[in-house]
T-cell receptor
């Protein structure tokens, strides 16, 4: 069974540019998560989807970050405009349901210059 | 508020040594899950174990074992006869039952280096 797929794996942009990350969860997983992992830290949740609905986006910086999960499958996380402090690894995870184990993708390493 | 503390930032051992990674958690809730994940240099977080707060039985899986003690709010992870492939950053995490379930609270991780 295929795991969580993320693209791109790496992205380098200049500040003030937009950037988007894509995630395809494990087939059949209804819950999808985006986490941000700063260097030397553990991941921190940005947003959680249950099917198409964003049920917890309290940690998402809404002035510049947006996310969508069309048709309850793939998801896109966008930053516009990017700032230097956004440099981090962005991880996508999925689970069958909220109470189940989360499985993570390989992440997208973002560098903002 | 919930918190996970991994006091060991980095550990270095020689192959075949046993090593224990410590995890201490804080929560006022009585029902919760605890996890361990492994993050090798490739970056992907690999799930190792999930334990619920009602199950204090220790678990062994091959060279891996976990010791859960509610009395000390600890969930320690031991690797027996370590191997070079065990080199990675290991994260302990906590989530609650109920409305905020699914929001994993991670520690800062322990970087394990196993030298040949």
């Amino acid at each position: 069974e295929a795991g969580v797929v993320q693209s791109p794996r790496y992205k380098i942009i200049e500040k003030k540019q937009p950037v988007a990350f894509w995630c395809n969860p494990i087939s059949g997983h209804n819950t999808l998560y985006w986490y941000r992992q700063n260097l030397g830290q553990g991941p921190e949740l940005l947003i959680r989807y249950e099917n198409e609905e964003a049920v917890d986006d309290s940690q998402l910086p809404k002035d510049r970050f947006s996310a969508e999960r069309l048709k309850g499958v793939d998801s896109t996380l966008k930053i516009q405009p990017a700032e230097l402090g956004d440099s981090a690894v962005y991880l996508c995870a999925s689970s069958f349901a909220r109470e189940d184990t989360q499985y993570f993708g390989p992440g997208t390493r973002l560098t903002v210059l | 508020a919930q918190k996970v503390t991994q006091a060991q930032t980095e550990i270095s051992v020689v192959e075949k040594e046993d090593v224990t990674l410590d995890c201490v958690y804080e929560t006022r809730d009585t029902t919760y899950y605890l996890f361990w994940y492994k993050q090798p240099p490739s970056g992907e977080l690999v799930f190792l174990i999930r334990r619920n707060s009602f199950d204090e039985q220790n678990e062994i899986s091959g060279r891996y074992s976990w010791n859960f003690q509610k009395s000390t709010s600890s969930f320690n992870f031991t690797i027996t006869a370590s191997q070079v492939v065990d080199s990675a950053v290991y994260f302990c995490a906590l989530t609650l039952y109920g409305g905020s379930q699914g929001n994993l609270i991670f520690g800062k991780g322990t970087k394990l280096s196993v030298k040949p």
